[in-house]
């Protein structure tokens, strides 16, 4: 119930502020998506979804950052101090 | 960027494990609260890459396995009314009550029907006037905002046949009574991504400063949890308690308040009942005053208590991180996620069905 994995916003329709809705696709399966707790979701964001609900925009530059680590680490370890 | 494969990297898993060595000097146990990271840590096997001196326990998180007998109870005593079509998320049929679970009132003929979102159970009520709909709203902080949604929702439609089994349970104070616990060797915490998206990463603030402990907000793919665990371990080494945030791609600091707006619209915090552990002060969410027409334990008066059936099962212990899954003499043997004794063998993200899954049992 709680494995949220991240999916693409492919399409918005907006009537209802409560009841903005979205279509995510997640690897290929696509569903319908509530996005009235990411109201600024544009198309091509990725959401992570909660039973059909949208509760975070996913920020690609702190995606990123993990990776900026493990090439500290690799730093670290290729030219000890 | 997908998201997905990018933190599934053998090469860099191997990376961070290898760091965490390198700066490991001691003992240290750690509780991974959620069981969305139980689930991934015994998919991937994470507890094989890190070192021996590293212990993971895992925590309470599965809002499957924390929902009281008395309320399995009540939704089977529920679902049995001949008007009523019972909607659940589909972890909950066969999580064992008292007596029977809700799949066996299913198979009586029960009208039990599975869910995705809440929101599909008012179009349930709306197809079905004739019928009283009922919703079994469990879960953490991280499904109240859908929960909320739909209750809303059903009174601003004027919607009469509806109505919500509400087991809203929340984390800081059960991360509380495990740390209050005589039996607490938890030294490290990896905190609940999706919980803090919803709620911001404030209230761990107080809980890292009271009990000395390092609370590192961590993702659910298998390099966020072992950075998470990184950062945690490197506290500790440093004598740092801090609240950090590994899973900074979905949480910022404040949460999402439009969430937050309507969890506080909707709900009240009160005490609750978590299966295993017993009650909690303030850790739970009931109905408002003005919600308190659409609450089914109203409008269908019952009253269960919370006797566990099975007296074999330890699920209490393995929710605690007291004990693990395979500590238990009826783990693989009469207990299964086929014939479940207990509920953390039922959920996937249960410690004891993770650990059926994907590890030999022995
Ligand atoms: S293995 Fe089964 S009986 Fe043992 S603690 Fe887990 S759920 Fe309970």
């Known amino acids: ?81 | 960027m997908k998201y997905v494969d990018e933190y599934r990297n053998e090469k860099h898993a191997r990376r961070i494990a290898s760091a965490i060595s390198e700066c490991v000097t001691r003992r240290w146990t750690l509780m991974e609260i959620c069981g969305g990271q139980t689930h991934a840590i015994a998919k991937y096997n994470l507890q094989e890459l890190l070192p021996d001196k590293i212990s993971l326990l895992h925590g309470p998180g599965c809002p499957v396995c924390v929902t009281p007998v008395s309320l399995i109870d009540k939704a089977v005593y529920m679902a049995a009314q001949p008007n009523v079509i019972f909607c659940s998320f589909g972890d909950m049929l066969r999580v064992p009550g008292s007596t029977e679970d809700l799949l066996s009132v299913k198979s009586r003929g029960g009208d039990i029907r599975i869910v995705y979102s809440p929101m599909d159970t008012l179009k349930i009520a709306k197809d079905n006037p004739q019928k009283e709909v009922v919703f079994f709203a469990i879960g953490f902080e991280t499904t109240a905002p859908a929960n909320a949604m739909a209750i809303k929702k059903a009174k601003l439609d004027g919607m009469r046949n509806i109505s919500f089994l509400v087991s809203q349970v929340l984390v800081p104070p059960a991360v509380k009574c495990l740390l209050d616990s005589p039996e607490n060797c938890v030294q490290g915490l990896l905190a609940a991504g999706h919980v803090c998206a919803i709620m911001g990463t404030e209230e761990y603030q107080p809980i890292a400063k009271d009990y000395h402990i390092p609370i590192v907000v961590t993702g659910f793919e298998p390099l966020d949890i072992l950075q998470g665990i990184y950062l945690c371990v490197k506290q500790l080494e440093e004598g740092r308690s801090e609240v950090e945030n590994q899973y900074l791609r979905a949480v910022r600091k404040a949460g999402n308040a439009s969430a937050q707006n309507i969890i506080q619209e909707v709900f009240e915090i009160i005490p609750r009942q978590w299966r295993g552990i017993g009650e909690i002060a303030q850790s739970g969410l009931g109905l408002k005053k003005t919600y308190a027409f659409y609450d089914a334990e109203k409008k269908f008066p019952c009253e269960f208590d919370d006797r566990e059936k099975s007296s074999e099962c330890i699920s209490g212990l393995v929710l605690q991180g007291i004990k693990k899954p395979n500590e238990c003499s009826a783990f693989g043997k009469s207990c299964t996620p086929e014939s479940p004794l207990g509920a953390t063998m039922v959920s996937t993200e249960g410690a004891c069905a993770a650990y059926y899954r994907y590890q030999p049992v022995s």
């Open chain 1, 1 to 81: 119930m709680c494995l949220a994995v991240p999916g693409k916003v492919t399409k918005i329709s907006s009537a209802d502020p409560l009841m903005k809705i979205g279509q995510v696709n997640f690897g290929g399966i696509v569903k319908e998506v509530n996005l009235a707790y990411v109201p600024e979701a544009k198309i091509g964001d990725y959401v992570i979804v909660h039973v059909g609900f949208a509760i975070s925009i996913l920020d690609e530059e702190e995606a990123q950052r993990i990776f900026d680590t493990l090439d500290q680490l690799d730093n670290i370890q290729d030219h000890p101090l």
